[in-house]
């Protein structure tokens, strides 16, 4: 019981410090915003095409705001040292790194579901199947979480935080087949493709939203589960060599 209550009370701490802040919300939610916008005034589609592009825009909206928060945030902490003080926490080291990243992937469901809504109100959604989308939505939030805390227990300044991040961020915009399909992409850079996560959410996107996912969603689903597991084995593996042992 005393870990959990310690759970609750960091996750509290996080939210009241560090999420719904001006610069999270601008990454998060405004910069994927804008780029839809950006690519619907440049090619000239219509709202009849918004089902096809409304995937990558979830997906981005999950990515660049869990990376966002988690990535400055743990680095912020280690700097001023308060996150070696967390690390002497009654509690294990697995429940404590998941009461740090909770409220990121909170903060990437919810920015996940925003556009959604708003969508909602401008085209026809009727086909989308909650059913896959909604544990699509959760399984991604998870593996941007946890690949911005990857991120975040591997540099020591809040700026090569933010320089990791675009290094894994902006390649994937293109390599994922959020906007492009993967068979357009150069033949040398496609197997680049099948080893980003965001590769495997965004194609359960694309089966639940418009039923045109190209591999069999059950596959996409534990792909992304073995994301999730490697990158947090790791990011512990990280923290127990560099501030425990």
């Known amino acids: 019981m005393k870990s959990w209550i310690a ?3 960091i996750l509290l701490k996080d939210i009241r410090s560090y999420y719904l802040k001006p610069p999270n919300i ?3 939610l405004l910069f994927p915003l804008v780029w839809i916008a ?7 589609l219509g709202l009849d095409k918004l089902p096809d592009l409304l995937p990558g825009l979830v997906a981005l909206s999950i990515l660049f705001g869990t990376t ?5 945030t743990v680095t912020f902490e280690k700097k001023g040292r308060s996150f070696e003080r967390l690390l002497l926490a009654p509690i294990s080291l697995e429940l404590l790194m998941l009461a740090k990243t909770a409220g990121a992937i909170l903060f990437g469901i919810i920015n996940a579901l925003v556009p959604v809504f708003i969508a909602m ?10 059913f896959i ?5 959760v399984l991604i939030a998870f593996s941007s979480t946890f690949l911005g805390l990857f991120i975040a227990v591997s540099v020591k300044e809040v700026f090569e935080a933010q320089t990791f991040s675009n290094f894994f961020r902006f390649p994937m915009i293109f390599l994922c087949g959020l906007f492009f399909p993967i068979a357009s992409l150069p033949i040398f850079l496609r197997p680049l493709s099948y080893l980003l996560p965001l590769t495997y959410g965004a194609d359960i996107l694309r089966g639940a939203m418009a039923g045109k996912n190209i591999m069999p969603l059950g596959l996409n689903f534990l792909i992304l589960a073995v994301f999730c597991s490697v990158l947090f084995f790791i990011s512990l593996r990280n923290i127990n060599r560099k501030w425990i042992t």
Request: overall charge neutral; glycine content about 6%.
């Open 7 to 9: 759970f609750w009370n």
């Open 26 to 28: 601008s990454w998060g």
């Open 38 to 44: 950006m690519f619907f005034i440049r090619s000239g």
């Open 68 to 72: 966002s928060v988690l990535s400055v």
């Open 121 to 130: 109100l401008l085209a026809d959604l009727s086909a989308i199947n909650w």
């Open 133 to 137: 989308l909604i544990p699509a939505i």
